[in-house]
């Protein structure tokens, strides 16, 4: 006869394995959201501080962009543990 999945049988791996998947995706997507808040945020503080507006949503896509690589960059380099910073 049929008989059902065996106890240790690679089913049950491929369900566990799928398990943290699930919450190894949730992690993730939780780290990219903080992420991308705090590059909105910092956004938003940069365009106060310094009484930048633009000419539409595609001119201000386009300079956020910029910003945003900006910020990447700054943050890569000063996470090398150089004798400097850069701001």
């Known amino acids: 006869g049929v008989q059902g999945p065996?106890?240790?049988?690679s089913l049950?791996?491929?369900?566990?394995?799928?398990?943290?998947?699930?919450?190894?995706m949730r992690v993730l997507c939780?780290?990219?959201?903080?992420?991308?808040?705090?590059?909105?945020?910092?956004?938003e503080e940069f365009k106060a501080?310094?009484?930048k507006s633009y000419n539409g949503e595609s001119?201000?896509?386009?300079?956020?962009?910029?910003?945003?690589?900006?910020?990447?960059?700054i943050e890569a380099e000063n996470s090398k543990g150089h004798t400097y910073t850069l701001g």
Request: hydrophobic letters at 50%; aromatic letters at 14%; one cysteine or more.
């Open 59 to 73: 001119e201000e896509a386009e300079r956020k962009g910029v910003f945003t690589t900006n910020v990447q960059f």
């Open 12 to 24: 049950d791996s491929c369900l566990e394995f799928l398990l943290v998947l699930r919450f190894s």
């Open 30 to 43: 939780a780290v990219v959201f903080a992420a991308v808040a705090d590059i909105d945020a910092q956004w």
């Open 6 to 9: 065996v106890r240790g049988s």
């Open 49 to 51: 501080q310094y009484g």
